[in-house]
Protein backbone atom coordinates (compact mmCIF):
# COMPACT_ATOMS: atom_id res chain seq x y z
CA UNK A 1 0.00 0.00 0.00
CA UNK A 2 2.67 2.40 0.75
CA UNK A 3 4.83 1.56 -2.55
CA UNK A 4 1.56 2.21 -3.99
CA UNK A 5 0.99 5.66 -2.57
CA UNK A 6 4.34 6.92 -2.92
CA UNK A 7 4.48 6.28 -6.84
CA UNK A 8 0.96 7.99 -7.05
CA UNK A 9 2.13 10.71 -5.09
CA UNK A 10 5.38 10.77 -7.57
CA UNK A 11 3.18 10.61 -10.87
CA UNK A 12 0.82 13.56 -9.51
CA UNK A 13 4.21 15.85 -8.58
CA UNK A 14 5.68 15.00 -11.94
CA UNK A 15 2.65 15.66 -14.00
CA UNK A 16 2.12 19.05 -12.06
CA UNK A 17 5.65 19.87 -12.58
CA UNK A 18 5.74 19.28 -16.54
CA UNK A 19 2.18 21.46 -16.66
CA UNK A 20 4.54 24.31 -15.14
CA UNK A 21 7.20 23.97 -17.06
CA UNK A 22 4.64 23.94 -19.89
CA UNK A 23 3.00 26.88 -19.32
CA UNK A 24 6.05 29.27 -19.67
CA UNK A 25 5.52 28.40 -23.00
CA UNK A 26 3.98 30.67 -25.33
CA UNK A 27 0.32 29.58 -26.69
CA UNK A 28 -0.21 32.85 -28.49
CA UNK A 29 -0.96 36.37 -28.32
CA UNK A 30 -5.16 36.06 -26.93
CA UNK A 31 -3.83 33.37 -24.27
CA UNK A 32 -3.79 34.80 -20.73
CA UNK A 33 -3.09 32.86 -17.78
CA UNK A 34 -4.86 33.72 -14.98
CA UNK A 35 -3.77 31.74 -12.02
CA UNK A 36 -1.03 29.11 -12.17
CA UNK A 37 -2.59 26.00 -14.42
CA UNK A 38 -5.58 28.46 -15.91
CA UNK A 39 -5.85 29.98 -18.85
CA UNK A 40 -8.44 31.92 -20.63
CA UNK A 41 -8.43 32.53 -24.23
CA UNK A 42 -9.76 36.29 -25.35
CA UNK A 43 -9.48 37.40 -28.27
CA UNK A 44 -12.11 40.10 -29.77
CA UNK A 45 -14.03 41.70 -27.07
CA UNK A 46 -17.66 40.39 -29.61
CA UNK A 47 -15.84 36.70 -29.37
CA UNK A 48 -16.51 34.07 -26.70
CA UNK A 49 -13.98 33.55 -24.44
CA UNK A 50 -13.16 29.93 -23.21
CA UNK A 51 -11.06 28.44 -20.86
CA UNK A 52 -8.56 25.63 -19.97
CA UNK A 53 -7.83 24.50 -16.62
CA UNK A 54 -5.28 22.01 -16.00
CA UNK A 55 -5.86 19.24 -12.76
CA UNK A 56 -3.62 16.23 -12.02
CA UNK A 57 -6.81 14.07 -13.10
CA UNK A 58 -7.06 16.07 -16.88
CA UNK A 59 -8.19 19.11 -18.68
CA UNK A 60 -11.23 21.24 -17.80
CA UNK A 61 -12.66 23.06 -20.14
CA UNK A 62 -14.84 26.07 -20.28
CA UNK A 63 -17.07 26.38 -23.69
CA UNK A 64 -14.86 25.71 -26.96
CA UNK A 65 -14.57 28.60 -28.86
CA UNK A 66 -16.05 31.27 -30.62
CA UNK A 67 -15.86 29.36 -33.72
CA UNK A 68 -13.88 25.99 -35.04
CA UNK A 69 -10.64 28.06 -35.44
CA UNK A 70 -10.63 28.98 -32.27
CA UNK A 71 -10.94 25.42 -31.01
CA UNK A 72 -8.24 24.46 -32.45
CA UNK A 73 -6.51 26.59 -31.09
CA UNK A 74 -7.35 25.84 -27.72
CA UNK A 75 -6.63 22.47 -28.68
CA UNK A 76 -3.18 23.42 -29.77
CA UNK A 77 -2.43 25.10 -26.84
CA UNK A 78 -4.05 22.05 -24.12
CA UNK A 79 -1.51 19.95 -26.35
CA UNK A 80 1.17 22.17 -25.16
CA UNK A 81 0.54 22.35 -21.92
CA UNK A 82 -0.07 19.00 -20.59
CA UNK A 83 -0.03 15.18 -22.05
CA UNK A 84 -3.35 14.70 -20.01
CA UNK A 85 -7.16 14.66 -21.90
CA UNK A 86 -10.20 16.96 -21.78
CA UNK A 87 -12.09 15.25 -19.24
CA UNK A 88 -14.77 17.47 -18.83
CA UNK A 89 -15.99 20.68 -21.09
CA UNK A 90 -18.89 22.80 -19.54
CA UNK A 91 -20.94 24.80 -20.81
CA UNK A 92 -21.69 28.69 -20.14
CA UNK A 93 -24.17 28.52 -22.42
CA UNK A 94 -25.94 26.84 -25.62
CA UNK A 95 -25.09 29.39 -28.16
CA UNK A 96 -23.54 28.28 -30.95
CA UNK A 97 -20.71 31.08 -30.36
CA UNK A 98 -19.92 29.04 -27.00
CA UNK A 99 -20.45 25.51 -28.70
CA UNK A 100 -19.72 24.81 -32.53
CA UNK A 101 -16.57 23.57 -31.32
CA UNK A 102 -17.27 20.89 -29.36
CA UNK A 103 -16.51 18.07 -31.63
CA UNK A 104 -12.99 19.36 -31.42
CA UNK A 105 -12.53 17.75 -27.54
CA UNK A 106 -15.67 15.24 -27.14
CA UNK A 107 -14.88 12.70 -27.43
CA UNK A 108 -13.48 12.19 -25.13
CA UNK A 109 -14.51 15.19 -22.91
CA UNK A 110 -17.84 14.96 -21.31
CA UNK A 111 -19.86 17.92 -22.03
CA UNK A 112 -21.91 19.40 -19.10
CA UNK A 113 -24.70 22.10 -19.40
CA UNK A 114 -27.88 23.40 -17.10
CA UNK A 115 -31.06 21.53 -17.71
CA UNK A 116 -32.33 22.42 -21.61
CA UNK A 117 -29.52 23.27 -22.94
CA UNK A 118 -29.55 20.25 -25.52
CA UNK A 119 -33.12 21.24 -26.68
CA UNK A 120 -31.86 24.98 -26.91
CA UNK A 121 -28.62 23.74 -29.14
CA UNK A 122 -31.05 21.38 -31.13
CA UNK A 123 -33.81 24.04 -31.91
CA UNK A 124 -31.21 26.98 -32.56
CA UNK A 125 -29.20 24.91 -34.87
CA UNK A 126 -29.11 26.32 -38.40
CA UNK A 127 -26.45 24.50 -40.86
CA UNK A 128 -26.53 27.60 -42.61
CA UNK A 129 -24.64 29.58 -40.28
CA UNK A 130 -21.51 27.02 -40.82
CA UNK A 131 -22.07 27.71 -45.12
CA UNK A 132 -22.03 30.89 -44.44
CA UNK A 133 -19.52 31.38 -41.83
CA UNK A 134 -17.14 29.31 -44.60
CA UNK A 135 -18.56 31.24 -47.74
CA UNK A 136 -17.08 34.71 -45.30
CA UNK A 137 -14.27 33.04 -44.11
CA UNK A 138 -12.54 30.44 -46.67
CA UNK A 139 -9.87 29.46 -44.71
CA UNK A 140 -11.97 28.10 -42.21
CA UNK A 141 -12.84 25.26 -44.40
CA UNK A 142 -9.77 22.98 -42.73
CA UNK A 143 -11.11 23.67 -39.18
CA UNK A 144 -14.95 22.59 -40.12
CA UNK A 145 -13.97 18.97 -41.28
CA UNK A 146 -15.20 16.25 -38.79
CA UNK A 147 -17.76 18.72 -37.35
CA UNK A 148 -21.33 17.49 -35.94
CA UNK A 149 -23.19 19.21 -32.97
CA UNK A 150 -22.12 17.56 -29.81
CA UNK A 151 -25.00 17.91 -27.53
CA UNK A 152 -24.82 17.89 -23.67
CA UNK A 153 -24.07 14.52 -22.16
CA UNK A 154 -24.92 15.37 -18.70
CA UNK A 155 -27.27 18.37 -17.53
CA UNK A 156 -28.05 19.05 -14.35
CA UNK A 157 -30.58 21.22 -12.47
CA UNK A 158 -29.61 24.16 -10.49
CA UNK A 159 -26.69 23.15 -8.63
CA UNK A 160 -23.39 21.03 -9.56
CA UNK A 161 -20.09 20.38 -7.86
CA UNK A 162 -17.77 18.87 -9.90
CA UNK A 163 -14.28 17.34 -8.38
CA UNK A 164 -11.53 16.78 -10.61
CA UNK A 165 -8.34 16.22 -8.87
CA UNK A 166 -7.17 18.48 -6.21
CA UNK A 167 -10.16 21.26 -8.01
CA UNK A 168 -13.44 22.17 -7.19
CA UNK A 169 -16.35 23.43 -9.95
CA UNK A 170 -19.34 24.54 -8.71
CA UNK A 171 -21.84 25.29 -11.36
CA UNK A 172 -24.46 27.80 -10.63
CA UNK A 173 -27.61 27.81 -12.79
CA UNK A 174 -28.32 31.32 -13.51
CA UNK A 175 -32.04 31.52 -14.24
CA UNK A 176 -32.88 34.22 -17.16
CA UNK A 177 -29.76 36.54 -17.51
CA UNK A 178 -29.20 35.55 -21.68
CA UNK A 179 -30.18 32.19 -22.51
CA UNK A 180 -32.23 29.19 -21.59
CA UNK A 181 -29.26 27.12 -19.68
CA UNK A 182 -26.77 30.12 -18.57
CA UNK A 183 -24.31 29.03 -15.80
CA UNK A 184 -21.88 30.65 -13.63
CA UNK A 185 -18.68 28.35 -12.57
CA UNK A 186 -17.00 28.88 -9.19
CA UNK A 187 -13.70 27.66 -8.54
CA UNK A 188 -14.16 28.18 -4.28
CA UNK A 189 -10.03 27.78 -3.99
CA UNK A 190 -8.73 29.80 -6.24
CA UNK A 191 -11.63 32.21 -6.21
CA UNK A 192 -12.07 32.42 -9.81
CA UNK A 193 -16.00 32.80 -11.00
CA UNK A 194 -17.04 32.05 -14.89
CA UNK A 195 -20.29 34.85 -14.96
CA UNK A 196 -21.25 33.60 -18.52
CA UNK A 197 -22.65 36.01 -20.19
CA UNK A 198 -24.77 37.34 -17.56
CA UNK A 199 -21.91 40.58 -17.53
CA UNK A 200 -19.92 42.01 -20.36
CA UNK A 201 -16.96 44.46 -20.07
CA UNK A 202 -17.82 48.02 -22.51
CA UNK A 203 -20.43 45.71 -23.80
CA UNK A 204 -24.27 46.13 -24.31
CA UNK A 205 -25.61 42.43 -23.90
CA UNK A 206 -28.56 40.99 -26.48
CA UNK A 207 -31.31 41.08 -23.71
CA UNK A 208 -33.88 38.64 -25.71
CA UNK A 209 -37.37 38.68 -24.47
CA UNK A 210 -37.70 36.16 -21.89
CA UNK A 211 -34.35 38.36 -20.44
CA UNK A 212 -35.17 39.68 -16.43
CA UNK A 213 -32.90 42.33 -15.25
CA UNK A 214 -34.19 41.49 -11.81
CA UNK A 215 -32.79 38.13 -12.36
CA UNK A 216 -29.56 39.59 -13.69
CA UNK A 217 -28.89 41.76 -10.88
CA UNK A 218 -29.57 38.71 -8.52
CA UNK A 219 -27.30 36.85 -10.30
CA UNK A 220 -24.45 39.91 -10.20
CA UNK A 221 -25.31 40.08 -6.53
CA UNK A 222 -24.58 35.99 -5.69
CA UNK A 223 -21.18 36.51 -7.62
CA UNK A 224 -20.14 39.63 -5.87
CA UNK A 225 -21.20 37.75 -2.35
CA UNK A 226 -18.57 35.09 -3.62
CA UNK A 227 -16.17 37.36 -3.43
CA UNK A 228 -13.73 36.80 -6.41
CA UNK A 229 -10.35 37.55 -7.29
CA UNK A 230 -10.95 36.94 -10.67
CA UNK A 231 -13.77 37.41 -12.70
CA UNK A 232 -13.97 35.68 -16.45
CA UNK A 233 -17.21 37.23 -18.47
CA UNK A 234 -18.09 35.55 -21.42
CA UNK A 235 -17.41 38.32 -23.63
CA UNK A 236 -14.55 40.42 -22.98
CA UNK A 237 -11.12 40.74 -20.93
CA UNK A 238 -11.04 38.41 -17.50
CA UNK A 239 -10.52 40.95 -14.18
CA UNK A 240 -11.16 41.96 -10.74
CA UNK A 241 -14.72 42.09 -9.31
CA UNK A 242 -15.21 45.45 -10.70
CA UNK A 243 -16.60 43.67 -13.85
CA UNK A 244 -19.32 42.34 -11.51
CA UNK A 245 -20.06 45.67 -10.11
CA UNK A 246 -20.08 47.92 -13.31
CA UNK A 247 -22.69 46.00 -14.89
CA UNK A 248 -24.69 46.32 -11.52
CA UNK A 249 -24.38 49.84 -11.68
CA UNK A 250 -25.23 50.34 -15.45
CA UNK A 251 -28.25 47.73 -14.65
CA UNK A 252 -29.65 49.76 -11.58
CA UNK A 253 -29.40 53.36 -13.48
CA UNK A 254 -31.01 51.64 -16.46
CA UNK A 255 -34.13 50.66 -14.67
CA UNK A 256 -34.05 53.72 -12.44
CA UNK A 257 -33.76 56.04 -15.60
CA UNK A 258 -36.71 53.86 -17.43
CA UNK A 259 -38.82 54.33 -14.45
CA UNK A 260 -38.46 57.82 -14.11
CA UNK A 261 -39.63 58.39 -17.32
CA UNK A 262 -42.08 56.14 -17.41
CA UNK A 263 -43.51 57.82 -14.03
CA UNK A 264 -43.57 61.03 -16.33
CA UNK A 265 -46.16 59.11 -19.13
CA UNK A 266 -43.63 58.59 -21.56
CA UNK A 267 -44.18 56.35 -23.96
CA UNK A 268 -41.56 53.12 -24.46
CA UNK A 269 -40.53 54.91 -27.77
CA UNK A 270 -40.04 58.03 -26.00
CA UNK A 271 -37.70 56.55 -23.59
CA UNK A 272 -35.65 54.68 -26.51
CA UNK A 273 -35.14 58.22 -28.11
CA UNK A 274 -34.53 60.25 -24.97
CA UNK A 275 -32.39 57.73 -22.02
CA UNK A 276 -28.69 58.07 -21.58
CA UNK A 277 -26.74 55.87 -19.37
CA UNK A 278 -24.12 57.96 -18.42
CA UNK A 279 -20.39 56.07 -18.82
CA UNK A 280 -21.70 53.95 -21.52
CA UNK A 281 -20.60 56.21 -24.37
CA UNK A 282 -17.77 54.06 -25.65
CA UNK A 283 -19.33 50.55 -25.34
CA UNK A 284 -19.75 48.13 -27.83
CA UNK A 285 -22.96 46.63 -29.39
CA UNK A 286 -24.76 50.32 -29.13
CA UNK A 287 -27.14 48.55 -31.49
CA UNK A 288 -28.48 46.17 -28.33
CA UNK A 289 -29.23 49.03 -26.42
CA UNK A 290 -32.87 49.73 -27.49
CA UNK A 291 -33.56 46.23 -26.10
CA UNK A 292 -32.02 46.78 -23.06
CA UNK A 293 -34.46 49.56 -22.60
CA UNK A 294 -37.46 47.21 -23.56
CA UNK A 295 -36.10 44.36 -20.98
CA UNK A 296 -35.90 47.46 -18.40
CA UNK A 297 -39.54 48.73 -18.98
CA UNK A 298 -40.90 44.88 -19.01
CA UNK A 299 -39.57 45.26 -15.68
CA UNK A 300 -40.49 48.22 -14.45
CA UNK A 301 -44.63 48.05 -16.52
CA UNK A 302 -44.97 44.35 -16.15
CA UNK A 303 -45.92 44.40 -19.50
Given at each position: ?K????????????G?????????????????????????R??????S?????????????I?????????????????????????????????????????VF?P??????????????????????????????????????????I???????????????E??????F?????????T????????V??????V????????????K????????????A???E???????????????????????????????????????????????????E???????????????Y??????
Amino acid sequence: MKTKFTIGLLSIVFGLASAAHSSAQDLGPHFKKIQEGIFVRAEKPADSNAAIILTSEGVVMIDSGHNPPDSLALSKAVKQLTSQPVRYLINTEPHSDHTTGHFVFSPPAIIVAHEGATESMKRAYDPKRNEKLLAEYPDMRESFKGFKMITPHIEYRDKMTLNVGERTFELRFLKSVHSEADTAIWLPKERVVFAAASVGVKRFSNLRPFVKISDTLEAIKMMKALNPEVVVPGHGAPGTVKILEDMERYYTTLVEGVGQLVKQGKSLDDIKKELRVPGTEDWEGKDRYPNNIEAAYRGVTGK
